[in-house]
């Protein structure tokens, strides 16, 4: 069963464009961030839960009460309800290594 989502996991990673990075691919995939969010870049990312992430850099706030900094977007990726107890954001398994190269794929400008 492993080796399935392994491969899914690959084929996945084969369709992303030429500017996402593979390992942030993966990740989204992995972690299911694009069942809830809007990521560009990112195939299949088509959510409508949670907010579209596009431009994620000209936000001014993560979750609507820190500011915008990779340090803060990447503690609130990893741990939603330690940032803000009521998010509606659960809490997917997210490493702080993994937070961080999300939050730097977020906040980088197309």
């Not at 084929?11 to 989204?28: F, H, I, W």
């Not at 992995?30 to 299949?44: N, S, V």
Request: glycine fraction near 8%.
């Amino acid at each position: 069963m492993k080796w399935v989502i392994a491969f899914s996991c690959l084929l996945m990673v084969a369709g992303c464009s030429e500017e996402t990075p593979r390992d942030v691919q993966a990740l989204v995939d992995a972690h299911g961030c694009g069942t809830c969010h809007r990521i560009p870049g990112i195939p299949g990312a088509t959510g409508r839960t949670g907010p579209p992430l596009k431009e994620y850099h000209r936000q001014v706030y993560v979750a609507g009460i820190l500011p915008n900094t990779r340090e803060t977007l990447a503690r609130f990726i990893e741990d939603p309800q330690a940032i803000d107890p009521r998010s509606a954001m659960p809490d997917v398994g997210v490493t702080a290594e993994e937070a961080t190269l999300l939050a730097d794929y977020l906040r980088s400008e197309p």
